[in-house]
């Protein structure tokens, strides 16, 4: 394994050597494609952008240190003012490291909210764009736009922060649980802000709102939130977070001869999910989550150059359908 990584590197500096030593600009273009996860965003939710490089300058393309080498990625975002859209401080995406062969094709999965301050509700509209020491000009993807909303409330509740150290303290901390809806078409879905007078600790995309169909909410002796949603007349959503947002139970519950439900204690504060059986995705309903990667996924995926597949639904994180096109 550390001879194979020795030759992957030496190959790497040469191909970086035999770029310095062609010291000529590329008259030929990088293609730049970018896709969102979605159009419509709760504020403070991370939003992502799937930025798709295709190399059609007919040499290879690496980005690094030297200044010969350099090269960028970067986003132009504006306001529905036509105001740019500021990153955070300091803050810069690093691609130190990307190399492009000869028509290749590289996909990057980029939070913007990371970079940019996207806090404030609004619409949006962004590009992305390449450039680099070795083309004669920048090269930028298509516009896409979307829109930053607060959602309409339709539950909130303040609760004091546990202490279990037993101390005496002179003030007790809380923090609110809202859940709210937002409007996507093909329709509405439900979102968990977990929020004080400084920060937000979360927003988590809880599922989709089916017809009428009532949620459940109970908060337990510590403090947690405990939510069931109906899916469907038949299947029913089971999640459970702390104060911070962590998931504590993320499970799928059918009627049976029973109705699945939640149980609080009256004595204890204890929450429990009471009848029905427990589902299982993809054999009684199809699973909202299937083809969805996680956050540390996407991070493997853009250091490895693996472009990530584009999932069939809004999982854990939906890079968008025909990411890159």
């Not at 909202?288 to 991070?299: E, K, N, R, Y």
């Not at 584009?310 to 096109?325: E, H, T």
């Amino acid at each position: 394994m550390r001879n194979s990584c020795l030759t992957r590197l030496g190959v790497l500096i040469g191909i970086g050597v035999l770029i310095l030593a062609a010291a000529p600009r590329a008259a030929a273009s990088v293609s730049v494609g970018l896709t969102l996860n979605r159009s419509v965003y709760m504020q403070y939710e991370t939003i992502y952008a799937c930025i798709t490089l295709r190399n059609d300058s007919g040499r290879a393309l690496v980005f690094g240190k030297d200044p010969r080498l350099q090269g960028f990625v970067l986003f132009d975002i504006r306001d529905s003012r036509g105001r740019s859209v500021p990153k955070f401080g300091d803050a810069e995406i690093s691609v130190t490291g990307l190399v492009l062969g000869p028509g290749e094709v590289k996909r990057m999965v980029i939070p913007l909210t990371k970079y940019y301050e996207l806090d404030r509700p609004d619409d949006y509209v962004v590009h992305g764009f390449v450039s680099h020491n070795l083309l004669d000009h920048e090269y930028r993807s298509i516009d896409r736009m979307f829109r930053v909303e607060t959602g309409v409330p339709v539950w909130q509740r303040t609760v004091g922060m546990p202490d279990l150290s037993g101390a005496p303290a002179p003030t007790t901390k809380s923090r609110t649980y809202s859940l709210r809806t937002l409007n996507e078409s093909p329709g509405r879905f439900y979102y968990l802000v977990i929020e004080d007078d400084r920060s937000v600790y979360g927003v988590m995309r809880l599922g989709h709102i089916y017809g009428q169909e009532r949620f459940q909410i109970e908060i337990d002796m510590l403090s947690r939130i405990h939510v069931l949603i109906p899916m469907s007349p038949k299947i029913y959503h089971y999640l459970s977070f702390s104060l911070d947002g962590t998931n504590t139970n993320n499970s799928y519950w059918k009627v049976t001869n029973t109705i699945p439900m939640l149980y609080r204690d009256p004595a204890t504060g204890v929450v429990t999910r009471i009848g029905g059986e427990e589902a299982k995705p993809g054999i009684d309903f199809r699973d909202p989550v299937a083809g969805g990667i996680t956050a540390s996924q996407i991070g493997e995926l853009n250091e490895s150059g693996t472009a990530p597949a584009p999932p069939r639904n809004s999982g854990l994180v939906d890079i968008g359908k025909g990411a890159g096109k």
